[in-house]
């Protein structure tokens, strides 16, 4: 079994910063690609960034040059640095995690999501 837990979500004002992480723990082989996604009420679910194994990037045209995604492979966590937070960046923030599993099993998992409130 395994699981990602988020952490850092928060209530920030508008221009101010902040850090989400995620831990995966459990039955790992191999982490693969890991990212983030968010949810906003009403709309679908985003891709906000990526991040290979190999520590290839790529980033949504709307947190280019305000995100920054990272890994730490020993710990088998990802993190999400948002700074220039606008409100439109209010949402629910999934991690998610492609994982090889002890058992060679490839799979797609995904956090309980964290709440981030950007006020104006």
């Known amino acids: 079994q395994v699981q990602l837990v988020e952490s850092g979500g928060g209530l920030v004002p508008a221009g101010g910063s902040l850090r989400l992480s995620c831990a995966a723990s459990?039955?790992?082989?191999?982490?693969?690609?890991m990212g983030w996604y968010r949810q906003a009420p009403g709309k679908q679910r985003e891709l906000v960034a990526a991040?290979?194994?190999?520590?290839?990037?790529n980033y949504a045209d709307s947190v280019k040059g305000r995100f920054a995604i990272s890994r730490d492979n020993a710990k088998n966590t990802v993190y999400l640095q948002m700074n220039s937070l606008k409100p439109e960046d209010t949402a629910v923030y999934f991690c998610?995690?492609?994982?090889?599993?002890?058992?060679?099993?490839?799979?797609?998992?995904w956090g309980q999501g964290t709440q981030v409130t950007v006020s104006s």
């Open positions: 998610n995690a492609l994982i090889t599993a002890f058992s060679r099993y490839e799979n797609t998992y």
């Open positions: 459990g039955s790992i082989f191999r982490i693969n690609a």
């Open positions: 991040i290979t194994s190999g520590g290839s990037t």
